[in-house]
């Protein structure tokens, strides 16, 4: 969460670029319907900058106050983004507005003092990789809204006390969002290997993908090197969840991109899927159909055949959320090692090497 000075100083920034779009009061469509489920965006008029998407029937409930929501979320936003790293928020609203890129807040659900929903700002549509995206919860006291973005101390405390978090998700999204995860340098160190949890390649046990990218960071270009590439294979190109948790379609109804949240700290994304199944915070069990390998860049990025872009996420000592590093850990029965560059790492099983190109089979063990 952001000091209120900061905040004030982001919202003048969106106001002064013309950039924060106002929600919508009306979406046409039952709101069961994908259509809702997805929203729709701020009207095609506005600015490029923060897109909104609302449902009637949510917009309808926050009335004039979904404004002030709206500008809570953005703020926290723009200041967790790395690509906003070392700007000033109207610098970085206008950049991102330069390269066709948009902060997005969807709203999902809400009652009177609370609201939950996603917000992601897209990644460059010039490479391959992943938006930089969160769940969120905010909660209205005193008359303001106080959001909290997925691993700030402000989510984990709305999730223990928000209505719109239900008892089994809660279990979920509490331990996640208070796990203190210590801190690791990258080394080829066998005492390095770090436990999972029984995490799983993205597809069926013992079914087999090829691998088609070794580790890289999850936009391609810089970070920890968290997330490998896969296609083909007799899966089916079916995705399926690495372990149970809650899922949350991340585009909404129709996009490619889903995230995991595990048990024990952990949580997953997969990109670039189509046919995707619409989650909205909802619980699922291990290897659950996520959608099929696909080209779907519904956040930004870009594919140039049908894969899946999976990404290992969890938690550093200050609960930020934060893709994190492959290397040493053992996922789907496999040991991932980063290479020399990115994408050109191998995973290594029972004496076995295997590099991009090589077809290799999911294991539970």
């Known amino acids: 969460m952001l000091p209120k000075p900061l905040v004030r100083t982001v919202l003048a920034a969106l106001a002064a670029t013309g950039l924060l779009a106002a929600a919508p009061s009306a979406v046409a469509g039952n709101r069961h319907s994908a259509a809702t489920a997805a929203s729709v965006a701020a009207a095609p008029s506005s600015p490029p900058g923060v897109t909104v998407k609302m449902p009637a029937t949510i917009a309808d409930r926050l009335g004039a106050d979904r404004e002030a929501l709206i500008d809570a979320v953005s703020a926290d936003v723009l200041s967790r983004s790395h690509d906003a790293k070392g700007l000033t928020p109207k610098a970085a609203v206008a950049e991102l507005a330069a390269e066709d890129r948009k902060v997005v807040v969807d709203v999902r659900t809400a009652s009177r003092d609370w609201a939950r929903g996603v917000a992601y700002v897209e990644a460059p549509r010039t490479r391959q990789g992943e938006p930089e995206g969160w769940l969120y919860i905010a909660h209205r006291t005193g008359g303001r809204w106080v959001a909290g973005l997925e691993g700030d101390r402000e989510f984990a405390d709305h999730v223990a006390k928000s209505p719109l978090v239900g008892t089994a998700e809660r279990q979920t999204m509490t331990a996640y969002a208070q796990r203190k995860a210590a801190p690791q340098p990258q080394t080829s160190s066998v005492g390095a290997m770090a436990n999972t949890n029984g995490l799983l390649l993205p597809w069926m046990p013992d079914y087999y993908m090829t691998l ?87 956040a930004g990025g870009s594919a140039t055949g049908a894969h899946v872009h999976w990404s290992l996420r969890t938690y550093d000592a200050n609960y930020v ?34 590099c991009p190109g090589t077809a290799i089979y999911n294991r539970i063990s």
Request: one cysteine or more; a positive charge.
């Open 321 to 354: 959320g934060q893709y994190t590093w492959l290397n040493g850990r053992t996922i789907g029965g496999w040991t991932w090692w980063s290479g020399a560059s990115q994408y050109n790492g191998c995973a290594t099983r029972s004496g076995v090497t295997a």
């Open 212 to 298: 088609t990218g070794g580790p890289h960071s999850s936009d391609g270009s810089t970070g920890y090197w968290s997330s490998l590439d896969f296609s083909g294979g007799n899966a089916s190109g079916r995705v399926r969840s690495s372990r149970e948790g809650t899922a949350t379609s991340m585009c909404g109804a129709g996009g490619g991109w889903t995230r995991v949240i595990h048990p024990g700290g952990f949580s997953t994304d997969y990109y670039h899927m189509w046919n995707a199944t619409y989650y909205n915070g909802t619980s699922i069990a291990r290897s659950a159909l996520l959608g099929n390998i696909g080209t779907d860049t519904c």
